[in-house]
C-alpha cells in the first residue's frame, strides 16, 4: 500500500492498474469473494467500492466513519452480501453491498479498531483492538457472533463477549 493515497494490484510483481481517488493514505483493501470488485478504507475517512479495471463506483460518504476507516472487509455470505468497516472512531459499520447504505452501526469499543475480518459463512465478526484507557494498555480481539438478521429492519444484532484467554 502507498503513503500517497495510492495503490495497485499485482500478481507478478509488476503494477498492472493504479487505484487513484482517496486523498490521504489507504489503510485496507479487500477483494470481494468473486472477485470482482475491491473496497478500501483510507485516513481520509472514505470507503470506495471499485471495480477491477480500476474504476470508483462508489465512495461512502453519508453516515461514514469520523475517523480513519482502518479496515474494511466483504461477507462473504451470498445471501446478505455487505461490507464490514472499521476504524479509529471505535465504531463497527455495516453496510448494504447493493446499495452501499448503512445497516447498522456496531459501538461501544472502547479502543482502536485495527483490524476485521468475516467468518466464511457470514455469522461471525472477529476485530482486534487496542485500549489506551487501560492500565495495561490492553490488546484484545472480540469475537461478535450474528445471530439475527431481519430484512427491512435496520439492525443486526450482535452478541459480543470478550475471549481472554
Not at 493504479?18 to 479487500?30: I, M, N
Not at 471499485?50 to 482502518?70: F, G, M, R, Y
Not at 487496542?130 to 472480540?142: D, G, K, M
Amino acid at each position: 500500500m502507498s503513503f500517497d493515497g495510492q495503490y495497485a494490484l499485482s500478481g507478478s510483481g509488476r503494477t498492472t492498474r493504479q487505484f487513484v481517488s482517496h486523498t490521504k493514505d489507504v489503510l485496507s483493501v479487500a477483494f470481494s469473494a468473486d472477485n470482482r470488485q475491491i473496497v478500501s478504507g483510507s485516513r481520509d475517512k472514505k470507503i470506495k467500492l471499485w471495480n477491477t479495471l480500476a474504476q470508483c463506483k462508489h465512495t461512502i460518504v453519508n453516515e461514514c466513519h469520523t475517523d480513519w476507516v482502518s479496515t474494511v472487509r466483504f461477507s462473504p455470505s451470498n445471501t446478505n452480501p455487505v461490507i464490514v468497516s472499521a476504524g479509529w472512531d471505535r465504531i463497527v459499520k455495516v453496510w448494504n453491498l447493493g446499495t452501499c447504505q448503512l445497516k447498522t452501526n456496531h459501538i461501544g469499543h472502547g479502543g482502536y479498531i485495527n483490524s476485521v475480518t468475516v467468518s466464511p459463512d457470514g455469522s461471525l465478526c472477529a476485530l482486534g483492538e487496542e485500549q489506551f484507557q487501560t492500565p495495561t494498555a490492553a490488546r484484545q480481539v472480540l469475537l461478535c457472533e450474528v445471530f439475527k438478521m431481519s430484512i427491512g429492519c435496520n439492525k443486526l444484532m450482535m452478541n459480543c463477549r470478550d475471549e481472554r484467554s
